[in-house]
């Protein structure tokens, strides 16, 4: 008898296609546990965008929330000042400023000090006696601190000495200018203006007198002061003020002020709540994504009878509620007239999101900003407390997700063992169908010796 290279080539019989047959029906838990990893791997993906969405709402309460909820007015307040006569400066203003306005007689600008080398050269590069020592050292004395900068053989120029100072600190900026003959200047300024930071110069090295060489000329006469450190003198409502800089800060509360030249003019400081709009718009828009994503990974259709990955999954109707319930309940504000988001103009839409009437909003915090504030404050901080416990290690989210994973990694496992007894199964069905192939090959093989037998008889 031949040796089958194939099963069903002897007999006839499609082997193949009864084991396939047969491995599809042995199949089908398979397909199950597959499916139902599938799904799980899905549901974790769908609240992997509602974990993104309550941290983006989170990061939005987290804007709004003060250290305390007394101290919302301060912490949610921005202020603007603005000069009537803006060639005379500018002004900003912080948290802690005033609304009002205010006079300004700006009667001295703060100048800075000024000195320069008396004796002048042909070229930066001009080499320079300091009087005959290799090294000499040149003191820059501003109050109770001296600077010493050491000055040798290969800083005798005037680029060696300007670039000795500037690297030294000594509070006053060098800079080497070239005058209307054609020669070199070593310049001295002082890097802020005002009394205060008035710098003497003195020291060991000394320059040598053009007009009677070898005349030494010590450190202190060599620079001639050309302009003194004067301040900035500056009338606010009347009142003096006297500053070492043209950059003027506290002499109104929360105001900074820049002054750049003298004359009379007005300070305005107003209020303004457009950063507060801005970022109470960003935790609209933020919990509106949240509640769109909700909607949709938990919504059914019933037309096409499809349901959305999380359709009917308990962890979305627990986030849902709860953040519905925080926004709305009423706030501990003590206003009569503002007391829920709805006072300052968000409130909820058909849909379940989120709107913001702008003019509604302006009008109460032009009204009572401190009601305003105590209101966005109170939900703000609520928020951020709901929204922290369900993205915590226990909260609702990570459990939700950690029972997801732990399924996929059971289905996992049930999967692999399948897949080994499926592999068994077949082995089996083949093992046997071959067998079978072979038996009713040989079955044929001796009809067919007694069909010829029974026909010579």
Known sequence: MATLSSAGIGSGLNVESLISGLMQIERQPLTSLQTQQSTAQSKISALGTIKSNLASLQNAAKALTPTTLQTATSALSNYTAALTDTTIGSASATSSAVPGTYSIEVTALANEQRYQLGKSYASTDAVIDFGGASTKTLSFTKGSTTVN???????????????AINKAGTGLNATVVTGTDGKQ???????????????????????IDSSSPGSPIAASSAFTQTQ??????????GVSISTAGNTITGAVDGVTLNLTKTGTTTLTVSRDTSALQTKLQTLVNSYNTLNSSIKNLSAYNANTKTAAVLNGDSTLRSIQGTLRNTLGNASDSTSSSIKQL??????????????????????????????????IAYYSKALKSDATAMLDTNGTLTNRTTGLNSTVKNLGKQIDAMN??????????????????????????TSSYLTQQLALL
């Open 149 to 163: 900068v050491t000055l040798d053989t290969t800083q005798n120029t005037l680029g060696g000495i300007r670039d």
């Open 185 to 207: 200047n070593l310049l001295l300024s002082a890097a802020t203006g005002g009394t205060a930071n008035t710098v003497s110069i003195g020291g060991t090295a000394q320059f």
């Open 228 to 237: 003194a450190a004067t301040d900035a003198v500056v009338k606010v409502q």
């Open 342 to 375: 709805a006072d300052i103009g968000v409130s909820f839409q058909t849909d379940g999101s989120l709107s913001l009437d702008t003019a509604k909003f302006s009008k109460a915090a032009t009204t009572d900003f401190a009601a305003t504030a105590s209101v």
């Open 420 to 445: 080994t007894r499926l592999t068994r199964i077949e082995n089996n069905y083949r093992s046997q169908y071959t067998a079978l192939d072979k038996a009713m090959s040989s079955m044929s093989t």
